[in-house]
């Protein structure tokens, strides 16, 4: 896999790279911002990009703290990080860019395209395909939070291994979507794993430190880093298969009785939706066993809208729940000393 030029700089060296894109109506002149570090010695080239859809700045935070993390001293290969993508989109605190399209399903895209195709072209033809593998970094939507969670191809080897090592507990089979990054990775060839954790529009401590972990992991599984000297218990993740969205019965007020993580059972009650005068509520049950992975945060609810994202399971469901948990008890802020080497200031609140 060969580098592009652009990214062509002295082993042991690092450089701020500028992708001219198109410029606001205003005449100023936007650039997707790379940051190109190089190891002293040969190896693979990862790109991890954040802010595909341009509210989902969780990712911006973790590329912040990989780029000072004192692993990288002994990188080997190349690391493109890209905190930015969708830089219009980031500047409107918007998922989409202005001509209202998703540059997650604008792949490919084209030179001479829309706003989006164009986007989408530049990212995947100046970076994408000059790297050997990929993580993306997501959130929830507005109003939507996940659970920690990596989405992957799971019947392509290298991303399966990618997906396994990074360390979260929850690992979806994600088949690639029809213009996603994912899809057009995998046409060309090139292994790309997506992170999904937190809520649009919001920093979430737990979602970043594990963030920063699990991109840390793979850099160290796919040769990147040297093994790390420290041994900890790692939680070994549990594979999905299937997921499904609960959805609300009537419009109303929604009262969610779980957190994101929570196990239910079938038949659970997990919320309850009622008029604001408080004459009718109906429940929400869960219809199968799973993990809580995702939920929407607005207690407004119409009729038919997406309330709570469940897992389903082979495995044992109390053997899963106890993944998640040790999972959250090992990236809690209020339980943790903070060790240096694996985050670079206190958490944000």
């Known amino acids: 896999m060969s580098v592009s030029t652009k990214f062509d700089i002295p ?45 989902e700045i969780n990712g911006v935070e973790i590329v912040r703290r990989l780029l000072q993390h004192p692993a990288l001293k002994n990188l080997r290969g190349t690391l493109l990080a890209i905190p930015i993508v969708n830089v219009h989109g980031f500047l409107n605190n ?22 989006a195709g164009r986007v989408a072209h530049t990212f995947l033809d100046e970076i994408v395909r000059h ?40 690992v979806l089979h994600s088949r690639t979507r029809d213009g996603s990054l994912r899809e057009v ?27 920063v972990k699990g991109v840390i992991n793979v850099m160290r599984h796919i040769g990147m880093l040297p093994a790390s000297r420290r041994r900890k218990a790692k939680v070994p993740p549990v594979l999905s298969d299937e997921s499904y969205w609960l959805r609300a019965s009537e419009s109303g007020i929604l009262r969610a009785l779980v957190p994101v993580g929570a196990k239910v059972e079938a038949g659970d009650t997990v919320a309850m939706i009622s008029d604001p005068f408080g004459s009718k509520s109906v429940e929400i049950n869960a219809s199968t066993a799973g993990i809580i992975i995702g939920r929407t945060y607005l207690p407004l609810v119409h009729e038919g809208e997406a309330l709570f994202h469940i897992a389903k399971y082979k495995a044992n469901i109390d053997r899963v729940y106890s993944r998640v948990e040790a999972f959250n008890e090992q990236h809690e802020p209020d339980t943790e000393k903070y060790p240096p080497s694996d985050i670079d200031e206190p958490p944000i609140y």
């Open 11 to 55: 082993p042991g060296s690092g450089q701020l790279v500028s992708l001219p894109v198109a410029r606001l109506y205003t005449h100023n002149d936007l650039s997707i911002d790379v940051q190109a570090v190089r190891g002293k010695r040969k190896g693979p080239t990862l790109f991890v990009s954040a802010a595909i859809h341009g509210d």
């Open 94 to 115: 918007s998922r989409y860019l202005p001509d209202g399209r998703d540059l997650n399903r604008s792949f490919p895209g084209s030179a001479k395209g829309s706003l």
């Open 131 to 170: 790297c050997s593998h990929g993580i993306d970094l997501h959130t929830g939507a507005r109003h939507r939070g996940n659970l920690p969670q990596i989405r992957a191809d799971m019947n392509n080897e290298a991303t399966r291994q990618m997906a396994e090592v990074f360390g979260v507990p929850v």
């Open 185 to 211: 990775a995998a046409d060309n060839d090139i292994p790309v794993i997506t992170y999904e954790a937190g809520e649009a529009l919001r920093f979430d401590e737990v979602a970043i430190r594990a963030g």
